[in-house]
T-cell receptor
Framework: AQSVTQLGSHVSVSEGALVLLRCNYS??????LFWYVQYPNQGLQLLLK??????LVKGINGFEAEFKKSETSFHLTKPSAHMSDAAEYFC?????????????FGKGTKLSVKP | NAGVTQTPKFQVLKTGQSMTLQCAQD?????MYWYRQDPGMGLRLIYY???????DKGEVPNGYNVSRLNKREFSLRLESAAPSQTSVYFC?????????????FGPGTRLLVL
């Protein structure tokens, strides 16, 4: 069965500092992995998704994530945090298409950015 | 393209009342989904529809029904609302890109059941 664990329900960084949001998954088959961002009172927006073409995935707003099979991880990073990055971030996994394409979400990590 | 739209944005119900949450997408996607989001719980799948005319239960289907009216529309019905159904409800649709289904979300419906 698939599952996603996001370490840390809240992360606080200073503006300009490195952002690191952790995600570990379990899957019985090669997974499809996603990061979504949710700004206050809004829906979820796709940040990036893992395709097997490259282990380092670049997304919108300067975010990127690295797929590490040996560590079953897909951590999200951004070199320099901006105030506008304050939001909740969700990691999700699916195993394919159809019913297996259903996403399993982590519980989310709220990112705060201090001036 | 409006993407995925949901109505209403907010709703307050009394226990036992019924209501239908509407969702529509204009991206010609085959698959559509309903999730609920509760604090500290992430998103949990209520029902999904892989194609027009088919629906299947997700992780938390009890107390809900769905209708895939046509390819564009997927509605969620609460027949007898309970306080435990107070939540934010998100609809999503998905397309297969690069061999993978990618889901796109609506803005959500905030429901309070008193």
């Amino acid at each position: 069965a698939q599952s996603v664990t996001q370490l840390g329900s809240h992360v606080s960084v200073s503006e300009g500092a490195l952002v690191l949001l952790r995600c570990n998954y379990s899957s019985s088959v090669p997974p499809y992995l996603f990061w979504y961002v949710q700004y206050p009172n809004q829906g979820l927006q796709l940040l990036l998704k893992y395709t097997s073409a490259a282990t380092l995935v670049k997304g919108i707003n300067g975010f990127e994530a690295e797929f590490k099979k040996s560590e079953t991880s897909f951590h999200l990073t951004k070199p320099s945090a901006h105030m506008s990055d304050a939001a909740e971030y969700f990691c999700a996994v699916s195993e394919g298409v159809g019913s297996q394409g259903n996403l399993i979400f982590g519980k989310g990590t709220k990112l705060s950015v201090k001036p | 393209n409006a993407g995925v739209t949901q109505t209403p944005k907010f709703q307050v119900l009394k226990t036992g009342q019924s209501m239908t949450l509407q969702c529509a997408q204009d991206m010609n996607h085959n698959s559509m989904y309903w999730y609920r989001q509760d604090p500290g719980m992430g998103l949990r799948l209520i029902y999904y529809s892989a194609s027009e005319g088919t629906t299947d239960k997700g992780e938390v289907p009890n107390g809900y029904n769905v209708s895939r009216l046509n390819k564009r529309e997927f509605s969620l019905r609460l027949e007898s609302a309970a306080p435990s159904q107070t939540s934010v409800y998100f609809c999503a649709s998905s397309a297969k890109t690069g061999g993978r289904e990618t889901q796109y979300f609506g803005p959500g419906t905030r429901l309070l059941v008193l």
